[in-house]
């Protein structure tokens, strides 16, 4: 059913598109690299899927292909980020930089940005700090379609979470994560193979328990993690409020249900109180609390424990955050990456656009 | 049932317990008040229910009365305290100081801590930086009962997270929650009433789900928030192994199963790798990113709407992170403390041993 391509197929193509709206040569590659990760990573929802649906932000506008990004604020140890309207994709790698460098300087960085757009994986950027021996944190505010525990209206986005840190000889510990039970791309899979979500995942609009995939159409909400208050959603309610303040309050981006949403041909919000959609990233340095080598040293010994840890029947191993998409990435920069028919489609119709071969 | 106490006397009490063991006057205040936090604020597991269990812990030399807590490692924006095997109750807020002091001086503090005790409630400590108009972060790791996804073996505690967000005219967000579905101290309050557990709190030995809410002591486990794979216990479990490598491998703390048991009957596990157990701090100010009555105006912006949005059946109101818990400490600060007869009887006996008026 599937079509495959190879890694430097799609990123020649994105990265022409991307040129041909007017990205600087070094921005067109920032950007590609970040929207594929996602295809090599194994989250399809996020990679070229959505590159069409870029390129619509552009024409609406509301994307900057030449941005001027830059620092408005700063302390040794912080930042805050004007991303001038651009590519979420570019900007928030430069944000990482700035909280690498203060990190360098003084320990640790940490980095609130306003004025961006989407921004691909939360992964991809929080990995940025693992070659530098530091631990990576990215977060990002998000359209609204999850409801807090005990309402029914769209007030949070599925609000990411990244965190990624060193090991020695095991690979890097690396969890990315929405805070809802599930990510809207996993509802687009069961829709698109005609089954029921399990129940905990969605609420029709008036807030009563859903298995229907397709239950956003009809007003339905996601949830946060937890499902429901018994289940503890109140805590997931709690860490996607968390990323909103921190990614929108501390720099001044649109926050709630004021969060700009991806589909450009959906109107903005009324009486927006901010720029953009915000993130937030933090990098500590390793060595500003212990020597690397010896955290590395137990970070494999953590690593190691945690995967010999004895597993219930019919499971064969326990997984360390990464792991999936860490073995996904080599297989597909190896085989290629499969992309669905109306994927294809769609970098069809971008080719014939902007007449660029594909 | 329960008899009802007044903060104050129980203050005294405490205090008066504390100050017998061998603490300063100094310490013997900032204990007793960590502790009694958690029943002002209704997390009656964690408050005065465990002072004798602090008790035996010093009696079996496992805390040190008269710890010298001190910074062994420091950089601008972080530090590494060793708590000298102190009361977490007391090693935190010396913690939660530096990194406020560092949050002064170059924007935010991070402050990783080895060799101490439980500390009580993590929100207690996080909100110590809400008067500086400072964003904190607090969490610890703890000993093992909760099981990995497709796990069936204890290898990470209940490793809470609290953040406490400064506002304007509304209170301050303040969110603060075990990363399992569920915390142990609910399973107790069941298994005294003789409930069941919902599907989705604990596992048996075998891994299997059970409802029995006694089922820890039959070797069973606690489970990540989510509950299950397809609701998304790898998120919970990601977010309790983030807490358990900030707080430990970063100190030099125990980790995973090594986490030494709460109870002092229980023996230490063998070839532990650190030294007792690990805390994790963060201060932000918030002017380090922009001014401080910009940012109170939009958290008061946020509350204002979330509080305002719309409700499923059945339920009145939506709730902001904190609420109940601030409900609570102004309702007992005013009318007391509720204590069941097991809790009573266990402070008489505390009463007893010192020679010390209950």
Redesign the interface.
Known sequence: MSTTFSYQQLHNFSKSIFLKIGCSEADAETATKSLLSADLRGVDSHGVARLSGYIRLWEAERVNANPAIKII?E????A?VDGDRGLGLVVAPFAMQVAIDKAKA???G?V?VKNSNHFGIAGHHAMMALKHDMIGIAMTNASALV???????R?LGTNPIA?A?PAGKEPA?V?D??????ANGKLEILQRKNLEA?T??I?DK???VSTNAGELKNGGTLVP???DK???S??????G??V??FSA????AN???WVPPFPAYIPMPENM??EGIGHFFGV???D???KAD??KE??D??IT??RA?????G?E???I?GDPEREMEVERMKNGIPLLPAVVADLEALSNKFKVAF
């Open positions: 604020h302390t040794p140890s912080t805050v003084v320990g640790t940490w609130s409801a807090p525990t005990f309402s029914k209206e007030m965190v840190i510990f969890a994560f929405a805070t809802t039970t599930a399990p905990g995942w609420q008036d807030g009563n993690l937890g499902g018994e289940h503890g109140h805590k997931g309610y709690a860490l409020a968390i909103d303040i309050i501390l720099s001044g926050y709630g249900p109180p901010g500590m340095r390793i500003a609390f212990r010896e955290f137990h970070m010994k953590w424990r945690f840890s004895q597993t219930i029947a499971q191993k326990v997984i955050p």
